[in-house]
């Protein structure tokens, strides 16, 4: 994935078990591409960092440039992130082939979150060496337009009550409490690329399976991944120890597949 990383992060040289800095930004830009069906909207930052968020052909995604190097074999990063007043949360962000730069498990809801701008932080686990975190603290532009333009692009709503529901799922994309009775069983799609994932959120219903499934993010954006993982929700179903079936609360799973061709 390519796109402009405008400055190099120099705050690795300083000590310290947590490096910051504050920064103000001007504006977002916003680049369309229409031979591409694209629309990206993006801000470098003094910091070295560069957030963007894209409609890329029908697939939505946000990415950010400029990040200490993952290291080589790794695949998921975290990131954890701040927003104004907001308790600081886990993000799960995967290494593409440019181990600078990584692209988000949820990247609508962020996207959402940053519309109105402000006070953001960014804490990079390990990314100070040494075992030293690197954070950076930034205050970025309202950009309601320039996100907005491409959340429409790719027909996301700009305000939406899932991101409420974001928080409760867990790492293994389960409420606390609720189990798979039959998980999700994706095949590998027809397609030209040896690796690939997807993430899809859906809401459980009274009796425990899936609906209002969507993808959440997907790569290669056309690696029809995405497509795939949705449809293996069609026989999924949870269960909730805790609860009555037939009488389930409504409460949002999510799960990221991981294609890998052997």
């Given at each position: 994935m390519?796109?402009?990383v405008?400055?190099?992060?120099?705050?690795?040289?300083?000590?310290?078990?947590?490096?910051a800095?504050d920064?103000?930004?001007?504006d977002?830009?916003v680049?369309?591409q229409p031979?591409r069906?694209?629309?990206?909207?993006?801000?470098?930052?003094?910091?070295?960092?560069t957030?963007?968020?894209?409609?890329?052909?029908?697939?939505?995604g946000?990415?950010?440039?400029?990040l200490?190097e993952?290291?080589?074999?790794?695949?998921?990063r975290?990131?954890?992130?701040?927003i104004?007043?907001?308790?600081?949360?886990?993000?799960?962000?995967?290494?593409?082939t440019?181990?600078?730069?990584?692209?988000?498990?949820?990247p609508?809801s962020?996207?959402r979150?940053?519309?109105?701008?402000?006070?953001?932080?960014?804490?990079?686990?390990?990314?100070?060496?040494?075992?030293?975190n690197?954070?950076?603290?930034?205050?970025l532009?309202?950009s309601?337009?320039?996100?907005?333009?491409?959340?429409?692009?790719c027909?996301?709503?700009?305000?939406?009550?899932?991101?409420?529901?974001?928080?409760?799922i867990t790492?293994n994309?389960?409420?606390?409490g609720?189990?798979?009775a039959?998980a999700?069983r994706?095949?590998?799609?027809?397609?030209?690329y040896?690796e690939?994932?997807a993430?899809?959120?859906c809401?459980?219903?009274?009796n425990?399976?899936l609906?209002?499934?969507?993808?959440?993010?997907?790569h290669?954006?056309?690696?029809?991944?995405?497509?795939?993982?949705l449809?293996?929700?069609?026989?999924?179903?949870?269960?909730?120890?805790?609860?009555?079936?037939?009488?389930?609360?409504?409460?949002?799973?999510?799960f990221?597949?991981n294609y890998?061709?052997?």
């Amino acid at each position: 994935m390519r796109f402009r990383v405008l400055a190099s992060i120099a705050l690795l040289a300083v000590a310290g078990s947590a490096l910051a800095q504050d920064v103000t930004e001007d504006d977002w830009e916003v680049i369309r591409q229409p031979e591409r069906k694209t629309v990206f909207a993006y801000i470098p930052t003094s910091t070295g960092l560069t957030i963007g968020f894209r409609c890329m052909d029908g697939v939505y995604g946000a990415v950010i440039g400029g990040l200490p190097e993952a290291p080589r074999n790794a695949r998921i990063r975290t990131l954890r992130i701040g927003i104004g007043d907001k308790e600081p949360h886990d993000s799960r962000w995967s290494v593409t082939t440019d181990r600078t730069v990584a692209i988000a498990d949820y990247p609508a809801s962020l996207a959402r979150s940053l519309r109105d701008g402000g006070e953001v932080s960014i804490l990079i686990p390990g990314g100070g060496g040494e075992g030293r975190n690197l954070r950076h603290d930034l205050v970025l532009p309202a950009s309601s337009a320039a996100i907005d333009q491409t959340l429409t692009a790719c027909n996301r709503p700009t305000e939406d009550p899932r991101d409420a529901l974001l928080p409760e799922i867990t790492e293994n994309g389960l409420p606390d409490g609720v189990t798979w009775a039959r998980a999700p069983r994706p095949s590998y799609p027809s397609t030209n690329y040896a690796e690939g994932y997807a993430v899809v959120t859906c809401v459980v219903q009274p009796n425990g399976a899936l609906a209002q499934c969507q993808i959440e993010s997907e790569h290669p954006d056309d690696g029809r991944f995405g497509r795939n993982a949705l449809r293996a929700t069609n026989d999924a179903r949870i269960n909730s120890p805790g609860e009555t079936p037939g009488q389930y609360a409504p409460r949002m799973i999510g799960f990221r597949v991981n294609y890998v061709m052997r």
